[in-house]
Structure formats: C-alpha cells, structure tokens
T-cell receptor
Framework: EPEVTQTPSHQVTQMGQEVILRCVPISNHLYFYWYRQILGQKVEFLVSFYNNEISEKSEIFDDQFSVERPDGSNFTLKIRSTKLEDSAMYFC????????????FGEGSRLTVL | AQSVAQPEDQVNVAEGNPLTVKCTYSVSGNPYLFWYVQYPNRGLQFLLKYITGDNLVKGSYGFEAEFNKSQTSFHLKKPSALVSDSALYFCAVSRGDSSYKLIFGSGTRLLVRP
C-alpha cells in the first residue's frame, strides 16, 4: 500500500540552527500538508500546498517557515532559525483530489531544539 | 472558522463493552468529518469519514460514527471494545474547500482494560 514517508525520524538541533524536514508524498497525490504536534497535544495545521504554491497557512507558519517541492517528489519543510518552542512532532500528509479530503499521514519527524 | 471539540480527555471502558468517543464541530457550510487514530510514537491513521449520504458511516477495525447535523456531532462508536483499541483518537473537520485542510480536535485517549 502506498505511504507517505518522512525523514529524519528524529532530529536534535541547537536553537538558532536551520532544519529541513523531508517528506515523500504518495505519488499520485496533488495536495500536500504539514502539521505539527507538540508532545501529546493537539495536531495543528501549519500549511497546505497545491500546484507548486502555498494554498493556505496558519498563524504558526510565520516567516521562519518555508515549504518547497524541489523535484516533483520530495516536499520539504524548512525552519530557518529554530526556537525552543519549535520542538514537536512534524507530520507530513498528502491527499488525492478524487478522495475528497482524506489525508494520508507519514510517521512523523520528531524535532528537538536544545 | 472551523473548530472541533472533543470534550473528554480520556475514556475508560472494559474490554467487550461498547465505547463512544464524543466529537462536536463547528464549520460554515457542509462539513467533511473524519476520525483518525494515533498509536504511541506513530503517525495518524485514517479510521473513517463522512462526506455525504448515510449518516452512519463504517470504518476500519469495526469502528463506526454517526453524523448528527442538528447536534453538530460526529461521535465514534464501537459495539465491543478490544484492549488493542487503546490509543489516542482525533476527530477532524474540513470545509471541503480548495485546500481540504483538516482541523483536529484535541484528542481523546481511549483506555480499554482487560
């Protein structure tokens, strides 16, 4: 069964460093998303991406965040200068337009900012 | 604005007994409603969805949910709980618009005791 894959599974970084989280969505999907979950808490929407541009973003997704689909398969989330409060599990998801909204999630990338 | 409420942080039930995990929503227009399950240190797995049609939807692992428009609810149910059902359950809503963004509830931890 096709799945969304994410790397790395866990990254530890120093405050102020840049981090790139990578995702390979399901190949025929057209919509891509990043969500985050602070330990044991709510899953929060960050950004949605369609047709090579951001279609919607939340208040959390400030200028420190960016997304890119550099090569038609990978979908990346970059945090330019990490803060302690960026520590969370980051989930990538993708969706097939035909399925009217069901999102398929990856296993997540745990980011720890020290 | 979309929002989802899961009023119970935790639901405890004995194995073999029926279970209900509550969810209410607020969204303009017709909602697309979803349930996802999260096992420890794992991603979000899709359980079921309501888009249109029959108010009772059946999903994976014997779960079902009933859409109630007048009460704006979408409670998750299972006739007979298993210990292996113990996990974190998230209700989510989408407007079904161009981004298909899901907004998640705060989650309900289900604990099924033997």
């Amino acid at each position: 069964e096709p799945e969304v894959t994410q790397t790395p599974s866990h990254q530890v970084t120093q405050m102020g460093q840049e981090v790139i989280l990578r995702c390979v969505p399901i190949s025929n999907h057209l919509y891509f998303y990043w969500y985050r979950q602070i330990l044991g808490q709510k899953v929060e929407f960050l950004v949605s991406f369609y047709n090579n541009e951001i279609s919607e973003k939340s208040e959390i997704f400030d200028d420190q965040f960016s997304v890119e689909r550099p090569d038609g398969s990978n979908f990346t989330l970059k945090i330019r200068s990490t803060k302690l409060e960026d520590s969370a599990m980051y989930f990538c998801a993708s969706s097939d337009l035909e399925v009217t909204g069901e999102l398929f999630f990856g296993e997540g990338s745990r980011l720890t900012v020290l | 604005a979309q929002s989802v409420a899961q009023p119970e942080d935790q639901v405890n039930v004995a194995e073999g007994n029926p279970l209900t995990v509550k969810c209410t929503y607020s969204v303009s227009g017709n909602p697309y409603l979803f349930w996802y399950v999260q096992y420890p240190n794992r991603g979000l797995q899709f359980l079921l969805k309501y888009i249109t049609g029959d108010n009772l939807v059946k999903g994976s692992y014997g779960f079902e949910a009933e859409f109630n428009k007048s009460q704006t609810s979408f409670h998750l149910k299972k006739p007979s709980a298993l210990v292996s059902d113990s996990a974190l359950y998230f209700c989510a809503v989408s407007r079904g618009d161009s981004s298909y963004k899901l907004i998640f509830g705060s989650g309900t931890r289900l604990l099924v005791r033997p």
